[in-house]
């Protein structure tokens, strides 16, 4: 079974960084589609971040482009995620998501990923 486990949710002030962590107990090297998705009370999950862990591509919300970074570390098999200039609408539960894939692709959609984590609390205050 492929676990996931996401790590550096805080409480922060708007403006602000977190830096989050996927650890993965699969090799992201090569052939694994993977993101960074969030749900916020009453609403439903939206992508945020994917990145092809292969190489070369990455996808972003339009609502984070700019402000947030996807990345990853094969040696770690941990995929981050760099967020800053922090907004209060950016306050969720945040969870990384993994999924084999044939081809060299990346989604934001949650439909399309087989594996989840736990989800780690981000909240945005001011």
């Known amino acids: 079974q492929v676990q996931l486990v996401e790590s550096g949710g805080a409480s922060v002030q708007a403006g602000g960084s977190l830096r989050l962590s996927c650890a993965a107990s699969i090799y992201t090297g090569k052939g694994w589609s993977m993101g960074w998705f969030r749900q916020a009370p009453g609403k439903e999950r939206e992508g945020v971040a994917s990145i092809y862990t292969g190489g070369g591509m990455s996808e972003y919300a339009d609502s984070v482009k700019g402000r947030f970074t996807i990345s990853q570390d094969n040696a770690r098999n941990t995929v981050y995620l760099e967020m800053n200039s922090l907004k209060p609408e950016d306050t969720a539960m945040y969870y990384c998501?993994?999924?084999?894939?044939?081809?060299?692709?990346?989604?934001?959609?949650?439909?399309?990923?087989?594996?989840w984590g736990q989800g780690t609390q981000v909240t945005v205050s001011s």
């Open positions: 998501g993994a999924t084999p894939t044939p081809r060299w692709t990346t989604s934001l959609f949650p439909s399309q990923y087989d594996y």
